[in-house]
């Protein structure tokens, strides 16, 4: 009888120990997602790493540690803590899609598909699940299931302007110009601060002949963010075709401030001779 009290008391004393294991875990766990929203990444790392210490199973507490790890960058780290989760949670949608992502940061299409085709599997309504399973398809030169998959995307969440503009390009790509409009106006209603898409509305024009709409398109993403430089050259291009010298010698100007030639050498001699072209055209030749 005595024996089997003292058995009852160690296996409460385990649970009792187990429990309050757990609760520290969580605890450290919370603490390192409250640094990680600060940006404090490297506390973040070493709370989420207390946390594991006390519960290795805990695998929201992994996904956390990786995505911190890919904050910082640290890509083999974070696909070590999303491939452990999974393992310890195959039917983590998170953990699936977050390593999927890691994966097309390493340009791995093929086990990226693979994982974020699973999160879409284990959770339809992932939106970002399915515009990266577009993302990859673009990538990989397979337009039409690209879009299928950026239309998927927006009807789950109207506000995933990536997945508008991204659609939108391929349209760009196959000369459907009408159609591209169309997708950027519809995000620009709902997002009227995203200097990509107003720029990329703009190349939409152009390919329209719509010279005055484009340039209004491009005024617009340069109020957003002045230091884009394509949007500052497709500006002074475009007022360039207009005949508008002295604005078009503007943009162009402010292009090669914040340009770096070798991130594209064969625009930055464009600017360069264009406005030698229109100093010319304004000024005589002087």
């Known amino acids: 009888m005595v024996r089997q009290l003292w058995l009852v008391v160690l296996i409460l004393l385990f649970a009792f120990s187990?429990?309050?294991?757990?609760?520290?875990?969580?605890?450290?766990?919370?603490?390192?997602?409250?640094?990680?929203?600060?940006?404090?990444?490297?506390?973040a790392v070493g709370e989420f790493k207390k946390a594991l210490a006390l519960n290795q199973d805990y695998s929201e507490c992994r996904v956390n540690l990786g995505l911190v790890y890919m904050k910082m960058k640290r890509w083999d780290d974070a696909k070590e803590q999303f491939n452990k989760a999974v393992k310890q949670a195959p039917d983590n949608a998170e953990a699936r899609f977050n390593l999927g992502m890691v994966f097309l940061q390493k340009k791995d299409y093929s086990s990226a598909e693979k994982q974020f085709k699973k999160a879409v599997e284990l959770n339809p309504g992932h939106a970002k699940a399915n515009y990266n399973l577009g993302v990859v398809a673009q990538e990989l030169g397979r337009k039409s299931e690209a879009i299928r998959a950026y239309e998927r995307a927006i009807e789950l969440d109207k506000e995933l302007i990536d997945a508008y503009i991204r659609l939108a390009q391929i349209y760009h790509e196959q000369g459907a110009?009408?159609?591209?409009?169309?997708?950027?106006?519809?995000?620009?209603?709902?997002?009227?601060?995203?200097?990509?898409?107003?720029?990329?509305?703009?190349?939409?024009?152009?390919?329209?002949?719509?010279y005055e709409q484009a340039v209004d398109a491009f005024e617009k993403s340069v109020k957003i963010n002045s230091k884009y430089?394509?949007?500052?050259?497709?500006?002074?291009?475009?007022?360039?075709?207009?005949?508008?010298?002295?604005?078009?010698?503007?943009?162009l100007e402010a292009y090669l401030r914040i340009a770096k030639r070798e991130d594209d050498p064969?625009?930055?001699?464009?600017?360069?001779?264009?406005?030698?072209?229109?100093?010319?055209?304004?000024?005589?030749?002087?």
């Open 18 to 43: 187990a429990c309050t294991e757990r609760k520290q875990a969580v605890e450290h766990n919370n603490k390192g997602v409250h640094y990680a929203r600060d940006g404090y990444y490297d506390a």
């Open 177 to 210: 110009y009408d159609r591209a409009v169309g997708v950027l106006l519809d995000a620009a209603r709902i997002r009227d601060n995203n200097e990509f898409l107003f720029n990329n509305l703009g190349m939409a024009y152009v390919g329209q002949e719509k």
């Open 229 to 251: 430089p394509a949007a500052q050259f497709n500006l002074g291009m475009t007022y360039a075709k207009l005949e508008k010298n002295i604005p078009a010698m503007e943009h």
């Open 266 to 286: 064969d625009r930055f001699e464009q600017a360069q001779q264009t406005i030698s072209i229109l100093m010319k055209k304004q000024y005589g030749g002087q």
